[in-house]
Each structure stands twice: as structure tokens, then as C-alpha cells.
């Protein structure tokens, strides 16, 4: 995951570091889980987690503490690469019809190596230990799972007092060609305020480039199963194509959120201790009972950009354990009419003026005002 090189004494950000596009109280951390499919054509889920870490004031006050005294701080935490593997661009490339070699060349030296805004593995924020925000030892590689078995989880089992702060969740939706690492200046943005967000990475073959990971059986060796992007034309054969995709999508959503409620009930675990939920193939290494009790799964919402805006109103329209739904740039074409006035919960559309052609402003307009609120705002 490119993490050997980004570790850095506590405090310090370097400017590769992406920006976050708001500025919560939080300092966020952020860890990858992916969980075993439950049966026949279930492929599981993907994505990457972030969540508050420490107050901002206290990581700044210890830092700053530190440096008056002339303290060496032992601690260091590692911030993941935002391109972690090649295959993403060249996914990205193939998708934008561009030469590989250009967008890598593009990419490795125009931005560089820059590396997503939240700390690899660092803690969940406790009121026990509101300055706690020392970086896990493990990276969460999968290289670091050895070829013939799964690690065991290396987690404390450690219990929460009831007064620690419960976090609501949002389950982020990505775009064609994006992926769980693309948006992660805006999820590192929420998870600042408070949230705790899944971004999933989509097998419905709409992301650049995924993979999942299989066991086999005999050998008992893990590998790698590469899912790469479905390219369409437009043509009579898209919408069904898409809305196939977009039904996957909203699966791979509610199952997500699934994951997160069965954290919150210490009943996701690895693979290899068979728990009572989900089984983690990756993310073994890091400790997800602190998140135990931690999260109000009450307060669920769903936000998606351009294709994810149609996953994020379709998942609403699924499952009311959504409690609102949130659109960047919608692309509703994925979604087939019947569901627009399934949509219950309130729902927010953010839209640059570009995306509201005539096509587009006509579905969004089917959705259900009478049932609940739905707001939209355009950014010139």
C-alpha cells in the first residue's frame, strides 16, 4: 500500500499531504477492511474507513509542547499513498481513452506522491485518551498476509465506557472510474467532523480497477482476483448495463452498512475465528473493537458523486435504514423510474450549474417532495 516511506514524526504533515476540503475538530484516521462474500454470487464488500482520531487542539498543544522542549517523539504515523497501485490509473487511463504511459507520467510528476489526509491505523478518539493519536505498528498490507494462511487479529477486545461519544455513519458511493481512494479529501473532510465514513470501492466493474481475494481451498493460499472496468458505448444496451450496475452498487451499500452495525456489536472479525458476522480477509491487523459501541447506526446516511449520487438516492429508495441521502453532480440515468417515489428520506442534491442539462433535471424532478424534504443547490 506505499506506506514504508510516509511515516513521519508525530505532528508533522508534509506537504504531500492532500489538503482536506473542510475543517472539522478532528484529526482523522483511516484503515481498509474488505469482507468475505456470504454465498453464492456474493462478492462481499470493499472499502476504506475514516474516523476522528483526537481533537485537533490536542494533537497541535502535544506537538507544539514537544518541539518547545526539544523532545524527541518516538511515535510516527504513516499516511497512505492516495494512488496506491498502478492498475488504478491504468484503469483511469483506459476509461479516458489516454495513453498509460502519459497519465502515470502525469500523475508521478505533476502531483507527485501525494498521500491521503488521515493516518494510517491511528486510534478511535476516547475521551479516556482525548491526545491518543500514536499510529498502530501494522500497515494493513495485504503483503503482509503470507501466501498460505491468514494472520490472526491482533485486537485488544479492550471495552468502552458508556459515556465515549457514539459517531454516526455515512456510506460513501463513488463515481465511474473512481474508486474507495479518490474521494478522500472530502471523506477525511466529514471524518473531521465527526463522522465515521465508508468509502466502498464498487465491483460492479465501475471503478478503474479492484480486486478481491479468494482462498483456495486446498492449498489454503490466498489470490488475487482482479475486476477490471466494464467499458460502454452509448447504445440501446447502456441503460440496462448501468442499471445492473448501479443494483450492484446499492447491494455492496446496504452491506456495508451491515459490516459497520455488526462492528458496533463486536461481531466482525477475522476469517480464521469465525465469528458470529463478517469474516475480515483484509484489515486483520487493526483493532476493530475499539469501535465497539461507538458507532449510532440510527444515524445512517448515503452520499454518492455523479454514478454514486444515483447509488446513494437508489440505496434510500431500498433501504430506509438510510436516514438521508445526499447527491454530488447526480447522474440519475442508472435509475429506473419506479423508484424515484421510493425515496422517503430527505435528500440534498449539490449540482455545478454544467450538470443540470434538460435530461437530467427531469428525473431528478420525479423524486417525492411530499414525503420528505429534498433540497437542491446549484454552484455556478
Not at 468502552?160 to 463513488?174: A, L, M, T
Amino acid at each position: 500500500m506505499g506506506l514504508s516511506a510516509s511515516s513521519y514524526p508525530t505532528g508533522t504533515k508534509p506537504s504531500t499531504i492532500l489538503p482536506q476540503v473542510g475543517c472539522g475538530k478532528y484529526e482523522v484516521g483511516c484503515a481498509d477492511i474488505m469482507v468475505a462474500g456470504e454465498g453464492e454470487g456474493d462478492t462481499g464488500v470493499f472499502m476504506r474507513i475514516f474516523y476522528p482520531n483526537c481533537l485537533k487542539i490536542d494533537f497541535h498543544s502535544q506537538t507544539d509542547e514537544a518541539a518547545a522542549t526539544n523532545e524527541k517523539t518516538e511515535t510516527k504515523i504513516e499516511y497512505p499513498l492516495w494512488n496506491e497501485r498502478p492498475e488504478y490509473m491504468d484503469g483511469l487511463a483506459d476509461y479516458r481513452q489516454m495513453s498509460r504511459r502519459k497519465i502515470h507520467f502525469y500523475f508521478d510528476w505533476v502531483i507527485g506522491e501525494r498521500r491521503v489526509p488521515a493516518g494510517w491505523h491511528t486510534p478511535l478518539f476516547s475521551k479516556r485518551h482525548p491526545s491518543r493519536f500514536h499510529s498502530s505498528k501494522s500497515t494493513g498490507d495485504i503483503k503482509d498476509i503470507p501466501s498460505n494462511e491468514i494472520p490472526p487479529s491482533k485486537s485488544t477486545n479492550s471495552l468502552k465506557p458508556d459515556n465515549e461519544p457514539k459517531f454516526p455513519v455515512i456510506i460513501f458511493s463513488h463515481g465511474l472510474s473512481g474508486s474507495r481512494l479518490i474521494y478522500s479529501t472530502f471523506c477525511s473532510s466529514l471524518a473531521s467532523y465527526g463522522f465515521v465514513v465508508a468509502a466502498v470501492e464498487h465491483r460492479d466493474r465501475s471503478s478503474s480497477w479492484t480486486y478481491m481475494l479468494e482462498t483456495d481451498p486446498i492449498s489454503g493460499k490466498i489470490n488475487e482476483i482482479p475486476i477490471k472496468m466494464l467499458m460502454l458505448g452509448d447504445d440501446e444496451r447502456e441503460f440496462k448495463k448501468r442499471n445492473q450496475q448501479n443494483h450492484k452498487r446499492v447491494t455492496e451499500c446496504i452491506r456495508a452498512l451491515h459490516v459497520l452495525e455488526e462492528i458496533n456489536l463486536g461481531q466482525c472479525g477475522p476469517i480464521d475465528k469465525k465469528p458470529k458476522g463478517s469474516k475480515i480477509i483484509v484489515g486483520q491487523n487493526f483493532d476493530w473493537q475499539q469501535f465497539k459501541n461507538r458507532l449510532d447506526i440510527s444515524k445512517a446516511g448515503v452520499i454518492g458523486h455523479s454514478m454514486g449520487a444515483a447509488t446513494s438516492i437508489a440505496a434510500a429508495a431500498f433501504s430506509t435504514d438510510f436516514q438521508c441521502a445526499v447527491a454530488l453532480d447526480g447522474w440519475f440515468y442508472p435509475i429506473e423510474h419506479e423508484l424515484y417515489s421510493q425515496v422517503s428520506q430527505p435528500a440534498l442534491l449539490l449540482n455545478v450549474h454544467d450538470w443540470q442539462w434538460p435530461e437530467n433535471m427531469k428525473r431528478i424532478y420525479k423524486l417525492d417532495k411530499e414525503s420528505s424534504e429534498k433540497l437542491m443547490f446549484t454552484f455556478k
